[in-house]
């Protein structure tokens, strides 16, 4: 359960439109499902009453809807931040992707999100409701009747290893603002350290079996806050990689390659390209293992963390090592 | 019977200023290194993005091999520097995704190193042939 609730969400909202501050709101509307929330755009507070939801299942990042969202009308568009959404923000800020002064950012907190597929994996089909109960939840099904998991079992693996609660970027913050929380946040490599620790051979067949069911939706790129360019080399039918050739597995690295590549030094780490992977592919994995050979070779780095800050990849020093050099050393 | 023995293919890409005439300088100096290894001329390392080298392997190279100058020596200052960042983290992720490490490299060769250049073309050829044909990274729908 999220402790800031909807109608509290609304209420801002409401005196911020009727003030004339902003003249309309992006947020998360309840979808066909409960757990399909999907980003909106809201007009009138009638209009939030209406269809408006704050819940487990608003893990959407709203910064990148910004870059078009904020150029559609002169006036200021408000929108609802959770903390690790705040980092793509100032990213996209930095980029120069949108003007700061036609965005109103309210800082919402954040509980954790759930992550549907994971609960389906628990409990089967037909979910219809879900409620907590100390750190269990209580998942009401079609077919089987009430069903108990626990909610750290739920959690998408952004959130299980969270990387700090607190907003970098807001114009006003609702809720308590929570202190950063390093501990949970160390673990976020533990996936790439168990890759690594493998040989070779495991590697290969371990990247084979998840990218080879990617189905190129695209969906992966088209969400990523680090990914705006408006022309995409995925989207040329001259580079002979814009679509899917179900029976290749070059193109299918090819993609998954030039895509996490693209976004290295910029990747915030949102991982909002997990959570969208109908196929579910821990594309998490490619980013970490870009985001830790830079922390481990030139620094520590959190895109994100600061507008204007430079990304590694921008950047040299001369004393950086050769790759033979900086791969074997990142063996040791 | 003949057994046809498989060389494998080498991309190497050179930049203009320094390796090329490296590769050049190797040539009229008469030093041998592998037929096999074919070079891309770029204006300067930084000019190879990623997908030049994963679309070398794409198109049946075996292993693929980067030259440019010296650190500090780049006809346009800075370009090397970049190029050690940027294949440190695409070598490192080809390494993570199973592809065999010994098929990639970067190496320094300046104008005057035609010695080096032979000499390096023909340790890497020899490092990519005892791997193999590039399985792992091929695009059948490339291959005769
Ligand atoms: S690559 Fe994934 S985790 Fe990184 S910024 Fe893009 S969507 Fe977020
Ligand atoms: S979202 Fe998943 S299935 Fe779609 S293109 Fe990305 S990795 Fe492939
Ligand atoms: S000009 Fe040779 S590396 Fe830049």
Redesign the pocket.
Known sequence: MQKVTRDILIDRAAELLASGMVNRVLGWRSGEFFYDVVPAVFRSEADMRDGFVFDDFCGCNFSKYLVKESARSDGRILVFLKPCDTYSYNQLLTEHRFDAEKTYVIGVPCDGMLDIGRIKERVGEGVIGIEAEGDELIVKTLYDGDKRMKREDALPDRCRHCKGKKHVAFDELIGEECEENDENASGRFEGVAELEAMTSEQRYFFWQNELSR????????DVCPACTCEKCVFDNPKSGVENKAASDSFEEKLFHIIRAFHVAGRCTDCGECSR????H?P?HLLNRKFISDINGLYGEYQAGETVGSRSPMVDYSRADLDPSEAIGKREE | MQIKVRKPLIVAFCCNWCSYAGADLAGSNRLNYPADVKIIRVPCSCRVNPTFVLRAFQRGADGVIICGCHPGDCHYTSGNYYTRRRMTLLFSMLDYLGIERERTRVEWVSAAEGAKFAATMNEFAEQVAALGENRRLEDLRCKK
Request: charged share 15%; aromatic share 0%.
């Open positions: 990617c189905i190129r939706c695209n969906a992966c790129r969208v992977c109908p196929q592919i594309l």
